[in-house]
């Protein structure tokens, strides 16, 4: 039972790169979120997705877009990668918002 | 939106000793509280939540309390073991609507021999 499955789990850039973070869950989960996690500043919502077709913005949008590829996945991506989006990315599901979410356990991206 | 402060920023504490972590909010219309646990190199793991209608809730060494009136809530670990050595979030959102989940800034336990 692997829960959120997320690829790769670390990752180096160079500034003005592009990446596509995924994320995967077998759960039955109808709700997913994209995280992102600096020192001090705990977890940060960027975009989530309440059901299969759709998304919307959390609190730290800005330089990312998402893809709700089906109910099993969602995908995370950087469309030209500046060194402030270092950081760990997690990915969660819960059954529906505002259940309990489960976490796969991130990926650590670096942007030179 | 909501704002949810969490302290200390770290705590150390004796195996056996007890740990307490506290956290507010500013929505009063949150109604749900998780708490996770974070260990190195993890993403977080939910430990236990609590729901509005309830003050106080527990799970073997682990309780979560609840105060309405002041907008804060506290996580509570008793007989503490090195295991428990990790970063603690709370988070606070309005469960069944569309709320989001809004986390503190996390705890970083320690528990020495």
């Known amino acids: 039972n692997a829960g959120v499955t997320q690829t790769p789990k670390f990752q180096v850039l160079k500034t003005g790169q592009s990446m596509t973070l995924q994320c995967a869950q077998d759960?039955?989960?109808?709700?997913m979120y994209w995280y992102r996690q600096d020192p001090g500043m705990g977890l940060r919502l960027i975009y989530y997705?309440?059901?299969?077709?759709?998304?919307d913005k959390g609190e730290v949008p800005n330089g990312y877009n998402v893809s709700r590829l089906n109910k099993r996945e969602f995908s995370l991506r950087l469309e030209s990668a500046a060194p402030s989006q270092t950081s760990v990315y997690f990915c969660?599901?819960?059954?529906?918002?505002?259940?309990?979410?489960?976490f796969g356990d991130g990926t650590r991206l670096s942007i030179l | 939106g909501e704002n949810v402060e969490q302290h200390p920023s770290t705590l150390s504490v004796q195996e056996g000793d007890s740990a307490v972590i506290k956290c507010t909010y500013s929505?009063?219309?949150?109604?749900?509280f998780p708490w996770y646990k974070q260990e190195l190199g993890k993403g977080p793991q939910l430990i236990i939540d609590?729901?509005?209608?309830?003050g106080e809730k527990k799970d073997q060494r682990i309780a979560v309390t609840l105060n309405k009136t002041a907008k804060h809530f506290s996580l509570h670990i008793t007989e503490t073991q090195p295991e428990d050595s990790a970063v603690y979030f709370c988070?606070?959102?309005?469960?069944?609507?569309?709320?989001?989940?809004?986390f503190g800034t996390g705890t970083r336990l320690q528990v020495t021999l």
């Open positions: 969660a599901s819960s059954e529906v918002v505002g259940q309990p979410q489960h």
């Open positions: 759960m039955n989960h109808n709700s």
């Open positions: 997705s309440a059901s299969e077709g759709t998304t």
């Open positions: 929505d009063s219309a949150s109604n749900y």
């Open positions: 609590i729901r509005s209608n309830v």
């Open positions: 988070a606070a959102s309005i469960s069944g609507t569309a709320s989001k989940l809004t």
